[in-house]
C-alpha cells in the first residue's frame, strides 16, 4: 500500500521529532511506501521558510 501524507503531517512531524505525529510517520513508513508529489515537497520548503525560518538551515 502506498501512503501520501499532506504538508501540515510533514511540517509537524519534521520539526517536532519527538511529537506523536513523528512517531505516527515513522511507524507508517516502516510498513507501507511512502509517495510524495513534487507539489507537496515544493509547499513544505514555502510553509517552512515562511513560518519557520531557523528551522530552514540543516545542520
Known sequence: MRIMFD?????SAGLFPNGKMSQTVFAIAEKFD????TRILDEFRE???RKFPAKTEIS
Open 7 to 11: 504538508t501540515n503531517v510533514l511540517i
Open 34 to 37: 511512502i509517495v510524495l508529489s
Open 47 to 49: 510553509v517552512v521558510a
